[in-house]
């Protein structure tokens, strides 16, 4: 059989109104089996892979690369336990992690694929057909700066446009640049060559959010050299159009290109804090912003749950690790915890979150933290997901389901990762997708 089913005793809380919560004891954890992927080092698991995995309507897709480096599309109806694969015919380059593989769907249904990038020629294809695992040739988008190509990311607009954005450059001295997909025109047009501009002088690392109004998101830390250590403070952007403008969380317009002088800050961080880049955000149905990132403060590196609440912004210390460690040098780095993910689940004026993440603390299980108490500095509780340690992984998630239904779907494979760009050896395995049924 290709599904595994685990009920756990999870103690999982769930806000259901303003005054109580209750207790789930019998949640169900069912694990799919996809296929056999590369598992050597973190390059189908990186946070930063958008998206991992995602659904149109009842059909959802994911990708990876399998053993042979070549790229694997799949695809299921929601709540089937099998899932049909293709291999294509396109490769990567899987023994350096950041050439991840980065999906969409635009609202006519087809795929989109972005794959194998550092610093090179953007590779990025189509499927033939709505719905379909069959890729096209690859091709340009709007053929004006791809020739240094790295983090590359879809992004879904609500009326069927996708959002794709990429760095241009080098660590340490990048811009930002942003294209928009017209899906009645089936073409791509470039919004901004510049949307962040580090100057010559840095780069930013960002993490974008769509939320369901259709404002988009966008936050970054600055990073002043190729040394992780040099990454500092976190800055904010938005966007109401569809990102042909910005302005800051108050609504004062930007001048393009956002620069280090011009930014809104949401949080001061100096450098050699342990401040890692690229982590997650998510917005609420008030499109107020959370971001989550982690930092060392008072000796213990901690998530930390930076957001607005439509006056100010806050910070909130989740508290539940308690060692650090020290981040430095080049390269994809083996850290002991992964940088995480954060989900909002609204019920009326009830706000829940919740921290998906890995932590060697906790042997490197698959983990969830969550509070009701945010804006308290409240307790988090913490559980994890599986009763397995899954190596080096980090957390990617059905960010449209979960918008859409508050289904949560994640793409888990126990990987290794050596520190700067090295390679553990036979470490093939399996890739699967983890949904978490109350």
Same mark, same amino acid.
């Given at each position: 059989?290709?599904?595994?089913? &685990?009920?756990?005793?999870?103690?999982?809380?769930?806000?259901?109104?303003?005054?109580?919560?209750?207790?789930?004891?019998? =949640?169900?954890?069912?694990?799919?089996?996809?296929?056999?992927?590369?598992?050597?080092?973190?390059?189908?698991?990186?946070?930063?892979?958008?998206?991992?995995?995602?659904?149109?309507?009842?059909?959802?897709?994911?990708?990876?690369?399998?053993?042979?480096?070549?790229?694997?599309?799949?695809?299921?109806?929601?709540?089937?336990?099998?899932?049909?694969?293709?291999?294509?015919?396109?490769?990567?380059?899987?023994?350096?992690?950041?050439?991840? &593989?980065?999906?969409?769907?635009?609202?006519?249904?087809?795929?989109?694929?972005?794959?194998?990038?550092?610093?090179?020629?953007?590779?990025?294809?189509?499927?033939?057909?709505?719905?379909?695992?069959?890729?096209?040739?690859?091709?340009?988008?709007?053929?004006?700066?791809?020739?240094?190509?790295?983090?590359?990311?879809?992004?879904?607009?609500?009326?069927?446009?996708?959002?794709?954005?990429?760095?241009?450059?080098?660590?340490?001295?990048?811009?930002?640049?942003?294209?928009?997909?017209?899906?009645?025109?089936?073409?791509?047009?470039?919004?901004?060559?510049?949307?962040?501009?580090?100057?010559?002088?840095?780069?930013?690392?960002?993490?974008?959010?769509?939320?369901?109004?259709?404002?988009?998101?966008?936050?970054?830390?600055?990073?002043?050299?190729?040394?992780?250590?040099?990454?500092?403070?976190?800055?904010?952007?938005?966007?109401?159009?569809?990102?042909?403008?910005?302005?800051?969380?108050?609504?004062?317009?930007?001048?393009?290109?956002?620069?280090?002088?011009?930014?809104?800050?949401?949080?001061?961080?100096?450098?050699?804090?342990?401040?890692?880049?690229?982590?997650?955000?998510?917005?609420?149905?008030?499109?107020?912003?959370?971001?989550?990132?982690?930092?060392?403060?008072?000796?213990?590196?901690?998530?930390?749950?930076?957001?607005?609440?439509?006056?100010?912004?806050?910070?909130?210390?989740?508290?539940?690790?308690?060692?650090?460690?020290?981040?430095?040098?080049?390269?994809?780095?083996?850290?002991?915890? =992964?940088?995480?993910?954060?989900?909002?689940?609204?019920?009326?004026?009830?706000?829940?979150?919740?921290?998906?993440?890995?932590?060697?603390?906790?042997?490197?299980?698959?983990?969830?933290?969550?509070?009701?108490?945010?804006?308290?500095?409240?307790?988090?509780?913490?559980?994890?997901?599986?009763?397995?340690?899954?190596?080096?992984?980090?957390?990617?998630?059905?960010?449209?389901?979960?918008?859409?239904?508050?289904?949560?779907?994640?793409?888990?494979?126990?990987?290794?990762?050596?520190?700067?760009?090295?390679?553990?050896?036979?470490?093939?395995?399996?890739?699967?997708?983890?949904?978490?049924?109350?």
């Amino acid at each position: 059989m290709n599904v595994k089913k &685990i009920w756990v005793q999870m103690g999982l809380i769930l806000a259901l109104g303003a005054c109580k919560a209750q207790m789930l004891q019998d =949640s169900q954890v069912r694990e799919t089996y996809v296929g056999e992927g590369w598992g050597n080092n973190s390059v189908n698991t990186v946070i930063f892979r958008r998206n991992a995995l995602t659904t149109f309507e009842d059909t959802q897709f994911t990708a990876y690369y399998d053993p042979s480096g070549h790229v694997v599309l799949a695809k299921r109806e929601l709540g089937d336990e099998h899932w049909e694969t293709h291999q294509t015919k396109y490769t990567g380059n899987v023994k350096d992690a950041h050439n991840t &593989i980065s999906i969409a769907v635009d609202g006519a249904g087809y795929l989109h694929v972005s794959w194998d990038h550092h610093d090179n020629p953007l590779r990025y294809a189509k499927s033939k057909a709505p719905l379909g695992l069959e890729l096209g040739p690859k091709e340009p988008m709007t053929g004006v700066e791809e020739e240094k190509v790295t983090y590359p990311e879809f992004h879904a607009l609500p009326n069927g446009d996708l959002l794709f954005f990429y760095r241009s450059g080098a660590s340490g001295q990048g811009n930002l640049v942003m294209n928009r997909y017209d899906v009645e025109q089936q073409s791509w047009i470039q919004l901004h060559d510049k949307l962040i501009d580090g100057e010559g002088q840095r780069n930013a690392y960002w993490q974008a959010f769509v939320d369901k109004a259709g404002t988009v998101h966008l936050s970054w830390v600055w990073r002043e050299t190729w040394d992780v250590s040099t990454n500092h403070d976190l800055a904010y952007a938005r966007s109401t159009d569809g990102g042909q403008s910005w302005e800051r969380s108050n609504g004062d317009k930007y001048q393009l290109p956002i620069t280090n002088s011009t930014a809104e800050y949401a949080w001061n961080i100096p450098q050699k804090s342990n401040l890692i880049n690229q982590t997650a955000m998510y917005a609420d149905e008030n499109s107020q912003p959370y971001i989550v990132t982690y930092w060392e403060e008072n000796g213990v590196t901690q998530y930390q749950v930076v957001y607005q609440d439509g006056q100010e912004w806050k910070k909130a210390n989740t508290g539940f690790r308690n060692t650090s460690f020290q981040l430095g040098g080049g390269g994809t780095k083996r850290i002991p915890i =992964s940088r995480p993910q954060i989900l909002v689940e609204e019920n009326g004026s009830d706000k829940s979150l919740f921290i998906l993440f890995r932590d060697e603390e906790r042997g490197n299980k698959v983990s969830l933290a969550y509070t009701s108490a945010l804006e308290d500095n409240g307790f988090w509780e913490v559980m994890d997901l599986t009763q397995y340690g899954v190596g080096q992984w980090e957390p990617n998630y059905d960010i449209e389901l979960w918008k859409e239904k508050k289904q949560l779907h994640v793409f888990v494979q126990e990987v290794q990762q050596v520190d700067s760009e090295g390679l553990a050896q036979e470490m093939n395995t399996a890739v699967k997708v983890i949904e978490l049924n109350p």
